[in-house]
């Protein structure tokens, strides 16, 4: 576990793609005085993903991005596994989106997969998973994860959040993530103990990296 800290000022790499990610990082690091940038913003090429765990997929995307740029990086990568799927659509779920991506037709194949099963996809148990990697100019990494249980609805329900955020209704809530305000859906103390899987392994992370300055 490294010792070092993401000091109020630090330029940080959020090595992502996904506009809706970057926008939950944004508000997730708002009050550690963290100046950031994505790796769209700076026009980096997307590295391709071919790990077999969360984790692996995480470390590519940030080592791409320290490598590229000599800063510090924060990535993420996540996905929804169902469990009458086999934990799919798990590490493809952005595949399921395709290219561009089209979350309302991902949402219709999670949908699809269960009604060939004869499973009804309202109440079908299933979780998201997130890893969250930083890297250091120097080599150093470090991994934090997250993941909230639940369960799927449908028809898909409110328009906020992203990807299948709409169909996905955490345990213990009336409302999927899709109905819910970024802040409901991080959930995160002194209001909540960390809701979402991302907000949940912010949580180490902030632990371990980051000091509060507001
Ligand atoms: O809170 C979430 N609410 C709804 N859907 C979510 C969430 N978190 C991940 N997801 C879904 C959509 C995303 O497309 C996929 C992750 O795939 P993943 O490769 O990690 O992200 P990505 O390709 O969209 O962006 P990037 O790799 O540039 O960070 O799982
Ligand atoms: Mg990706």
């Not at 150093?140 to 249980?149: C, S, T, W, Y």
């Amino acid at each position: 576990m490294t010792s070092r800290h993401l000091a109020p000022g630090t330029k940080l790499v959020i090595a992502t793609h996904n506009k809706g990610k970057l926008a939950e990082f944004r508000d997730l690091l708002r009050p550690y005085g963290i100046d950031i940038v994505s790796a769209a913003e700076l026009g980096l090429p997307e590295p391709e993903e071919t790990g077999t765990l969360y984790a692996e997929n995480a470390a590519i995307k940030a080592r791409a991005a320290t490598t590229a740029t000599g800063l510090p990086a924060i990535s993420d990568d996540s996905g929804l596994a169902v469990d009458a799927l086999d934990g799919a659509p798990g590490l493809f779920t952005a595949d399921w989106a395709g290219n561009p991506r089209d979350f309302d037709a991902a949402m219709g194949r999670v949908n699809h997969e269960l009604a060939l099963r004869g499973i009804t996809t309202t109440g079908a148990r299933a979780h998201f998973v997130a890893a969250l990697c930083v890297t250091w100019p120097d080599g150093d990494e470090a991994i934090f994860e997250g993941r909230v249980f639940g369960t799927l609805v449908w028809p898909p329900r409110g328009a906020a959040g992203f990807g299948y955020d709409p169909m996905f209704l955490p345990d213990g809530h009336q409302r999927t993530f899709g109905e819910m305000t970024a802040t409901e859906k991080h959930g995160l103390p002194p209001e909540g103990q960390g809701l979402s899987h991302r907000a949940r392994a912010f949580i180490g992370l902030a632990q371990t990296l980051l000091a509060k300055t507001a």
